[in-house]
């Protein structure tokens, strides 16, 4: 496994926003490549880390790279939080983080389908298993296909790029990454394609869907939250908009008080804050890091710590 590839992104920004305590539990709720995992569990002493992911490929390659550790690596979704440290008997945790989207390991690894540079079988499937993208781009009807394609790709151009993807498959089915391109291509005004690859807002949008990411994230966000000890830290990277989105306000939530309407003369609902933001603004990638890894462009990070 030793080609399982990944720059962690923000890497140096997520261990100082941790706050990592020697003797604290922490949890890695997307270990991909370790990477993350890897400078946090060299940070603890007496302190275990529990690394998560679903992907069978990247809990192998993070089982290995631990090994020297005191680390768990489990094979989960991380919106199962609360039951993966209730099984390992933990009732609570000291930080955790959590790096959305696609590792550089299942984009460079072509035949696992997610990107649409190279040829490759329609699957996207994180878990490596459910639904793929071929049975989405093969069976949804045109009204599900513009949907997801305009909801989770904000793609403009969806409903043309919808009915393109049905008029090919009344003809063939649609076997590959690489047909799915060229549907896409062809389906966008010529002057789109100048611009920038248009694929990858629609390669977004059936990856999204095919995972159910942001129902996976929405569920994550309130058990991990939970999940955490006072003073613990959430930490959280995003790629799109619309994570980001759900992050800010979720922890927007977390952060607010009193829920009296305006003109109450004073407080009757007796909230208080339950996080605290770390950073006002989101933190992104360096003039070095951008140089160094590409894939750091778009994320944002994200932490909050609960009081």
Request: hydrophobic share 35%; with cysteine.
């Amino acid at each position: 496994m030793s080609d399982f590839k990944h720059i962690s992104v923000l890497l140096y920004e997520c261990i100082e926003g941790l706050n990592i305590k020697p003797n604290g539990i922490y949890v890695d709720g997307t270990a991909g490549g370790a990477g993350h995992s890897y400078e946090i569990a060299k940070k603890l002493e007496t302190g275990r880390l529990i690394a998560i992911d679903r992907d069978p490929e990247a809990v192998k390659v993070a089982t290995e790279r631990l090994k020297d550790y005191n680390a768990t690596v489990v094979r989960n979704n991380y919106s199962q939080i609360d039951e993966v440290l209730s099984e390992l008997g933990l009732d609570g945790c000291d930080g955790i983080l959590m790096d959305l989207g696609v590792s550089s390991y299942q984009l460079d690894t072509a035949e696992r389908g997610f990107s649409y540079h190279g040829d490759a079988p329609l699957d996207m499937r994180m878990s490596q298993e459910g639904i793929s993208a071929s049975d989405i781009v093969n069976k949804y009807s045109y009204e599900q296909l513009t949907k997801i394609i305009f909801e989770y790709g904000e793609e403009k151009f969806a409903r043309s790029i919808a009915a393109a993807i049905i008029k090919r498959r009344e003809q063939k089915f649609i076997n590959t990454t690489a047909e799915l391109a060229e549907i896409i291509k062809n389906a966008v005004p010529a002057r789109v394609r100048r611009e920038k690859n248009p694929c990858k807002k629609t390669f977004q949008a059936i990856r999204i869907a095919v995972n159910n990411e942001l129902e996976h994230l929405s569920v994550a966000l309130d058990k991990a939250f939970e999940c955490l000890n006072t003073g613990g830290r959430l930490c959280i990277i995003s790629f799109h908009s619309l994570e980001d989105r759900l992050v800010k306000q979720r922890f927007a939530g977390f952060c607010k008080g009193c829920i009296c309407p305006p003109d109450f003369p004073q407080c009757i609902c007796g909230k208080s804050p339950r996080g605290k933001l770390i950073n006002r603004k989101p933190i992104e990638a360096s003039v070095e890091e951008l140089e160094n890894n590409n894939r750091s462009r778009s994320a944002k990070l994200r932490i909050i710590e609960k009081l």
